[in-house]
């Protein structure tokens, strides 16, 4: 980890970068904002950890938690709320076996996050697959792509035997 971070701070300390750079370089290069990478950076630039998450919860970009390999976004606008988004997110959470309250799946497979709107309101209710726009979802659409997620999964295991 400390190899990885010493390349984060000397991209820092050449650009004259940002706290939002780092978190950001330090997000790309763990997949999420590390406790340990955070309290190791501020130790280095004696500046307060309070101040790396207050910049790192502000914005949504940023995640303090491991996600999935697979990340689902949920649009959750008025336009596909009212076509019927929480439905298909309920569905996802029960087939992808996410805990109620969570939202990656314990094998950190499948990250499934909700937010406020897309800006695709013509084609709701919209889900995104890995930066993949679809929509007008249905629940047949949606246990589609699910079990072609999983199918990635199986090949991946096929191959590896």
Known sequence: MEEKLEGIMSRYQENEGNLISILQDVESEFGYLREDAIYWISERLDVPPAKFYGVATFYAQFHLKPRGKDVITA???????????????????????????????????FTVEKVNCVGAC????????????????????????????????????ENSE
Do not use: Y
Request: contains cysteine; proline residues 4%; aromatic residues 2%.
């Open 122 to 157: 013509s084609i709701a209710p919209v889900i995104i697959f890995n930066k993949t726009v679809h929509g007008k979802m249905t629940p047949d659409k949606l246990k589609k792509e699910i079990k072609t997620l999983k199918g990635g999964e199986q090949q991946q295991v």
């Open 75 to 109: 649009c959750c606008g008025t336009a596909c709320h009212v076509k019927g988004s929480e439905r298909l997110i309920n569905s996802l959470l029960n087939e992808l076996s996410i805990p109620k309250g969570e939202d990656t799946s314990e094998d950190l497979r």
